[in-house]
Nanobody, 125 residues
Framework: QVQLVESGGGSVQAGGSLTLSCAASGYTYSRKCIGWFRQAPGKEREGVATINTGGDYTYYADSVKGRFTISQDNAKNTVYLQMNSLKPEDTAMYYC??????????????????WGQGTQVSVSS
């Protein structure tokens, strides 16, 4: 059974940085998508970044390009989201999500079957 566990959230001031981690267990194949999503109160869940763990292909939402970086450590079965130059509008609950075996990793929620419990990121001005 696939499980995803996020960590690394917290509170920072605008302009600061945080790194989120997503530890994945239970996968028996390498070619899959791991994504980071976020949801602010009263808003829909939106895709932030995704990575194909079998080929290192990455995708980013326009709102985070140049500020966020998604990466992976295959030895640790962990995907990271490095967040720099944080803005108050980045405040949200951040979720890690995993797909079944596939190559393309668009930012939509529909391809993801497994979800973590979320970690809160709060950015103050």
């Amino acid at each position: 059974q696939v499980q995803l566990v996020e960590s690394g959230g917290g509170s920072v001031q605008a302009g600061g940085s945080l790194t989120l981690s997503c530890a994945a267990s239970g996968y028996t194949y390498s070619r899959k998508c791991i994504g980071w999503f976020r949801q602010a109160p009263g808003k829909e869940r939106e895709g932030v970044a995704t990575i194909n763990t079998g080929g290192d292909y990455t995708y980013y939402a326009d709102s985070v390009k140049g500020r966020f970086t998604i990466s992976q450590d295959n030895a640790k079965n962990t995907v990271y989201l490095q967040m720099n130059s944080l803005k108050p509008e980045d405040t949200a609950m951040y979720y890690c999500a995993g797909s079944r075996a596939r190559w393309s990793c668009p930012l939509g929620v529909s391809i993801f079957d497994y979800w973590g419990q979320g970690t809160q990121v709060s950015v103050s001005s």
